[in-house]
């Protein structure tokens, strides 16, 4: 596995534990089909589903791992928010969208930003 891929799912790691200590219950990681993937399928145990970006970045050259969703990626996340509802078939009254932002140094500690209702 890439050093890339592997920061990836360390990220996303910690972005799963995040947002379980605020009170959400993860349904699904990583879940793919062949238009992408969606990192993490969230509840709040009432009635709305969160799905969650995960961007980890070592540095910020680029801009902050939260910057890093583009509008074209918001467009393909929607979609992919559809096709998983209509793939499970469950029902929500509230689908929202988060990112998570995890900035994590090659000789520090990750730094989490967490962005509810993004876009």
């Given at each position: 596995?890439?050093?890339?891929?592997v920061?990836?799912?360390?990220?996303?790691?910690?972005?799963?534990?995040?947002?379980?200590?605020l009170?959400?219950?993860?349904?699904?990681?990583?879940?793919?089909?062949?238009?992408?993937?969606l990192?993490?399928?969230?509840?709040?145990?009432?009635?709305?589903?969160?799905?969650?970006?995960?961007?980890?970045?070592?540095?910020?050259?680029?801009?902050?791992?939260?910057?890093?969703?583009?509008?074209?990626k918001?467009?393909?996340?929607?979609?992919?928010?559809?096709?998983?509802?209509?793939?499970?078939?469950l029902?929500?009254?509230?689908?929202?969208?988060?990112?998570?932002?995890?900035?994590?140094?090659?000789?520090?500690?990750?730094?989490?930003?967490?962005?509810?209702?993004?876009?």
């Amino acid at each position: 596995m890439a050093a890339k891929d592997v920061l990836g799912r360390r990220g996303e790691d910690l972005a799963a534990e995040f947002l379980e200590s605020l009170g959400l219950v993860v349904l699904s990681r990583n879940w793919r089909c062949r238009e992408g993937e969606l990192d993490i399928v969230a509840t709040d145990r009432v009635d709305t589903l969160v799905i969650c970006e995960v961007k980890t970045r070592t540095g910020t050259g680029f801009g902050t791992p939260v910057e890093a969703v583009t509008y074209a990626k918001r467009r393909r996340l929607r979609r992919l928010a559809q096709l998983w509802l209509s793939q499970t078939g469950l029902r929500h009254a509230t689908v929202r969208f988060d990112v998570v932002g995890v900035l994590w140094p090659p000789d520090a500690g990750p730094e989490i930003v967490h962005v509810p209702e993004a876009f």
